[in-house]
């Protein structure tokens, strides 16, 4: 057996009484908090009188309780007595439950009287109407509780970098062969292997391939952000596990950004600054800052054509009232492109040629070359070194009492054509692409 001291209120017995229990129930009260050993210098006779303040106390306390819930009830004109508010008071407006709410209304209604909570909540405006804020005309407000979130908003859910061909690395860099394929013109396919037509008996011309390479090192993304150790130990939020979740989806947004707008600089290759992306022109006469349907024939013309099955548009939202009223002349009239035949009283198909029309945060502005875009993310090769990596520290400000988060991820990437197609027929100036842009209309 062994003399413990209770912690807190325990099988009937109150906080600060020894109790005597077995070995392996003393382990489990003790990790659990509810009691502690019970030390040498204490003097185990004592037990009896402990024994006998405890139920007294708890005689009390539960004849308080009885008395304090029996004056709720009957809504007495008198407010009961304040127990110690737990933490979630403050935002019951000063009231630990509704019962002492309803109990100050009371007093209120019967003596004319306000307690300073109900003050501290009352609207003192004066409507001409029915309202809460004065008694006679609505009633007392009843005090809000704050919640444990925060309001966000929406934003993009579109992950381009889930669309590319991505390659988690180890080490500093990675170095990947290609084809050196930047023509379909004779004894420019596949690097440079040909085939002839031969005569029976007759010698092969030989021919070999050419080879080049795209270098990937992952250059590093990152965020800091402090919070003060007041903040962390009163929100009632995790605000811990909020600030992750910021960070991730800010980073997030960084590096789609940078894989259509990067300079490869400090940054991934955005398909915008690359050498293999083409750009259709505008129509001849064509307005300043429009899409029109011919825009987005020629562009499809242009991406090469074993991309299109993974093709997706990507516009700026701006573009979405042009697409809308896009038509395609037929005789003295036309039809819709982008609409379905009942028009605005349908939803938009969400496609052009049949390929999903994605609206996203980084899209150029209506008007710009890449307000548009026509991108198989397949022919885009990007590289990570691991996951998104979080560590917190007290030492950076530790003088302020502030903590820090610190969220970084390495990237990198480019488009692995080294340049436009020409194409093996037809104007050769009229290259191919896996990435397609609409020229600017300014």
Not at 59 to 82: E, F
């Amino acid at each position: 057996m062994k003399w413990l001291v209770l912690l807190k209120d325990w099988s009937g017995q109150c906080a600060g009484a020894k109790i005597q229990v077995a070995e392996a129930d003393a382990a489990t009260l003790i990790s659990s908090g509810i009691a502690r050993d019970c030390s040498e210098n204490e003097n185990p006779d004592v037990r009896v009188a402990d024994e006998l303040a405890g139920k007294l106390g708890k005689a009390v306390a539960d004849a308080v309780k009885k008395a304090v819930d029996g004056a709720v009830n009957r809504l007495t004109s008198l407010v009961p007595p304040a127990e110690p508010r737990n933490e979630t008071a403050e935002a019951k407006g000063g009231f630990d439950n509704f019962g002492e709410f309803a109990a100050c209304v009371k007093s209120f209604q019967e003596r004319k009287s306000i307690d300073n909570r109900i003050a501290a909540i009352v609207d003192r405006k004066a409507p001409s109407g029915l309202n809460e804020g004065i008694d006679s005309e609505g009633g007392i407000l009843v005090p809000p509780e704050y919640v444990d979130r925060v309001l966000e908003k929406i934003h993009s859910p579109q992950d381009i970098l889930a669309r590319t061909e991505n390659l988690t690395i180890r080490g500093n860099s990675i170095r990947l062969p290609i084809e050196k394929e930047r023509s379909r013109a004779t004894g420019s396919r596949g690097g440079g292997v040909r085939g002839y037509w031969v005569e029976e008996g007759s010698q092969i011309t030989s021919s070999k391939a050419q080879f080049e390479y795209v270098q990937l090192r992952p250059k590093k993304l990152a965020a800091l952000v402090y919070a003060t150790e007041e903040l962390m130990e009163d929100s009632a939020m995790a605000l811990d596990a909020y600030l992750t979740r910021k960070a991730s989806n800010e980073i997030s947004f960084l590096v789609n950004e940078a894989l259509i707008n990067g300079t490869g600089a400090g940054s991934p290759l955005g398909i915008l600054n690359a050498p293999c992306k083409v750009a259709a022109a505008k129509e001849s006469g064509q307005s300043a800052d429009t899409i029109v349907a011919e825009n987005i024939l020629k562009m499809w013309s242009r991406i090469y054509a074993p991309c299109r099955n993974n093709a997706v548009w990507m516009i700026n939202q701006e573009c979405e009232p042009h697409l809308m009223a896009m038509s395609i002349s037929v005789g003295t009239g036309g039809i819709p492109v982008y609409m379905p035949a009942n028009g605005l009283s349908e939803r938009p198909y969400g496609l052009l040629l049949g390929r999903p029309v994605l609206p996203t945060e980084w899209n150029a502005a209506l008007g710009d070359e890449g307000d548009i875009i026509l991108a198989d993310w397949s022919q885009y090769l990007s590289v990570t070194k691991g996951q998104l990596k979080v560590a917190m520290s007290i030492h950076l400000r530790f003088d302020y009492d502030e903590m820090a988060w610190r969220f970084t991820f390495r990237i990198d990437g480019q488009p692995w054509w080294p340049s436009a197609l020409t194409p093996y027929k037809g104007n050769a100036s009229n290259t191919l692409s896996p990435f397609v842009t609409l020229a600017e209309r300014a």
